[in-house]
């Protein structure tokens, strides 16, 4: 009996703890954010859309000549940023442009999930051109490691899938 009522606190705080840790894994959306999938999307659609007129007539000179504060990206054509913006990180991560950038101010480092996304693609081309493409059986091939390759259209990379493969948790 004495065992007992120390390890029911014990696994009361663990339970706490644990409720306390899952909060904080899910990520708050500021109040000028869109939150559904829905809103994400028109979001984004609408900021590309702007910028892709913005741009007219710049699309193929390279993004860093168009757009201020370009770090990645260097020597890719304007317009192919916007689409990889777009197809490559809204959508491989689930949110909007807002999570990384102020709009109407795109060049800002004000966000942290900005300098976070440009860490991570460096860890991807890391990932592809110094381990990957070095083991070998699978030098025949263009190996490629992108954000959906852990996030699968979250914020958070997927931990887990169900036994189909489809579903993150």
């Known amino acids: ?13 663990l339970l706490v ?22 809103a994400i999307k028109q979001f984004n659609n609408d900021k590309v859309a702007e910028l892709s007129k913005e ?6 000179q390279p993004a860093e000549v168009v757009f201020k ?13 916007l689409k990889i913006m ?13 999570h ?7 060049d800002k480092d004000d966000k942290r999930p900005k300098q976070i996304a440009r ?11 110094d381990l990957l493409r070095n083991i070998d059986g699978i030098k025949d091939r263009e190996p490629r490691v992108n954000c959906t390759t852990c996030h699968r259209g979250q914020l958070k990379p997927a ?6 493969g489809t579903k993150q948790r």
């Open 159 to 164: 931990l887990d899938l169900d036994a189909d």
């Open 17 to 38: 703890v644990g409720m306390m840790y899952g909060q904080q894994g899910k990520p708050s959306v500021p109040p000028d954010e869109p939150s559904t999938p829905e």
């Open 86 to 98: 777009q197809m490559g990180y809204d959508r491989a991560l689930g949110t909007s442009c807002a």
């Open 1 to 13: 009996m004495k065992l007992r009522v120390p390890l029911l606190a014990f696994l009361s705080l």
């Open 119 to 129: 860490d991570m693609a460096t860890m991807s081309h890391t990932i592809i051109f």
């Open 69 to 81: 504060n370009i770090k990645i990206f260097t020597g890719v054509p304007a317009g192919n940023l």
């Open 55 to 60: 741009i007219t007539g710049k699309e193929d």
């Open 100 to 106: 990384c950038h102020v709009p109407g101010q795109w």
